[in-house]
C-alpha cells in the first residue's frame, strides 16, 4: 500500500442497508488523522496503515457506512472467463503434440534438401538454366517425356537407350502422328512417314523414299557386294563402270539381257578389250543407218570351200571400208553408187 501523508490519510468502510433509498444510496464518511503516539505515524513520519489492527491514539475514529439497494449476485450467474481444469490440459497436450509435428517436419525438410543436394540453380545433377534444364551424366525416364530439342555438350556423343525399345515420333497442330522411327528390341528399325529423306551437312539431298519412287542423287553409286547385286525390275541410269582395275560383268545366268535407249548405246573399252560370246547368233541390225567397224578386222574359223557345190557370191570392200556382194565369177569393182 503507498504512502500517505498523515494530514491526508482517512480510513473507509463500505456497508449496504436496504432501508436506505435509491438517490442516497451510498453514504461515505472520512476519519481524521490519527497522530498519536506509538500509532502507525508516531513521530510524525509516515507508515503503513493496516485495517485489521485496531485504531489507536487520542484522535477520533469516523466510520463511512454506505447503505446498498443492490441484491447480491448469486454465485450460479457469476461466469468464469478463461479455460480451466481438463479443457486446459487438452489444450496444452494439442499444442505440445503440433509443436512436435512442425519441428518433425523441419529436420525431414532439411534432411530431404541434404540428400537431395537442392541448391540455388537446381538438384544435384539436374541444373535448371536459362535455355532449359542440363543434367549431368546418366538420367533414366520411368515414362514418355516431352522436349522440343535435346543435345549434349560439344565433347559428347548422345545415347539413348531402352530396354523395350526406343520409338521416336512427330504430331502436327491436330495431334495426329506425322512420322515415327521405331528401334526395336529384335533388332528391326522402321519408319513412318511420307517422305523420307538423307541430306548430307551442307543440307543436300542424297537419297529420298516415298510411296512413288526411291531415289539417289549422286555423283557416284558403289555396290560393295562381291557377289554382285539383284535387280528385280528396270535399271535406268547414266553410266555404268566398275571400280578400278576390276572387270564389268552385265549378267542374266537364266533370262536374257537387254540394253535399251532412246538414243545413243556407246560401249568404250579404253585400255582393253571388248568382247561379245554368244552360244548362237549375235546380230547386228541398223534400221536406217550404217554398221562402222574402225580398225583392223581379224575374221578366223571360217569354213573354206572345195570349189564343189553350188556358185555362191563374193564378198568386196570398198576403198572406204564399205562391204558389198559381187558375183562369183565377177571381178570385185563396184560402182560409185555403192561405194560413195
Not at 193 to 218: H, P, Q, T, W, Y
Not at 286 to 309: A, N, P, V
Request: glycine residues 10%; contains cysteine.
Amino acid at each position: 500500500m503507498p504512502y500517505r501523508d498523515r494530514s491526508t490519510v482517512q480510513n473507509d468502510i463500505w456497508t449496504r442497508d436496504p432501508s436506505v433509498p435509491a438517490p442516497s444510496a451510498y453514504e461515505r464518511h472520512s476519519t481524521q488523522p490519527r497522530g498519536a503516539s506509538g500509532g502507525p505515524y508516531a513521530g510524525g513520519r509516515p507508515g503503513i496503515i493496516d485495517p485489521s489492527l485496531p485504531p489507536s491514539g487520542a484522535g477520533p475514529a469516523h466510520t463511512t457506512i454506505v447503505h446498498s439497494t443492490m441484491k447480491p449476485v448469486p454465485d450460479s450467474d457469476i461466469y468464469r472467463v478463461g479455460i480451466y481444469g481438463w479443457r486446459k490440459r487438452c489444450l496444452y497436450c494439442f499444442i505440445l503434440i503440433l509443436t512436435l509435428i512442425i519441428v518433425i517436419n523441419l529436420v525431414l525438410t532439411v534432411w530431404i534438401m541434404i540428400v537431395l543436394n537442392f541448391g540455388i540453380d537446381g538438384m544435384g545433377a539436374l541444373k535448371v538454366t536459362d535455355d532449359g534444364i542440363r543434367v549431368t551424366g546418366k538420367t533414366k525416364f520411368e515414362k514418355s517425356v516431352q522436349f522440343s530439342q535435346i543435345s549434349t555438350e560439344n565433347n559428347k556423343a548422345l545415347t539413348l537407350e531402352s530396354a523395350l525399345g526406343v520409338s521416336l515420333s512427330a504430331h502436327n497442330i491436330s495431334g495426329d502422328t506425322t512420322a515415327s522411327l521405331d528401334l526395336a528390341t529384335n533388332g528391326k528399325v522402321s519408319a513412318s512417314c511420307e517422305r523420307f529423306e538423307i541430306v548430307d551437312r551442307d543440307n543436300k539431298l542424297l537419297f529420298f523414299a516415298d510411296s512413288n519412287e526411291v531415289g539417289l542423287k549422286l555423283n557416284n553409286l558403289r555396290i560393295l557386294d562381291d557377289g554382285g547385286t539383284v535387280f528385280e525390275g528396270a535399271i535406268q541410269t547414266g553410266t555404268i563402270r566398275p571400280e578400278p582395275d576390276t572387270p564389268l560383268s552385265l549378267e542374266s545366268p537364266t533370262r536374257g539381257v537387254k540394253i535399251s535407249a532412246g538414243q545413243d548405246i556407246e560401249l568404250l573399252s579404253s585400255a582393253g578389250e571388248f568382247s561379245l560370246n554368244a552360244l548362237q547368233d549375235i546380230n547386228l541390225n541398223s534400221k536406217k543407218g550404217d554398221i562402222h567397224f574402225d580398225g583392223r578386222m581379224y575374221i578366223s574359223g571360217l569354213e573354206r570351200s572345195h570349189g564343189r557345190g553350188t556358185a555362191q557370191y563374193q564378198l568386196c570392200v570398198c576403198q572406204n571400208g564399205r562391204l558389198f556382194m559381187a558375183a562369183e565369177n565377177a571381178d570385185c569393182r563396184a560402182d560409185k553408187d555403192i561405194c560413195e
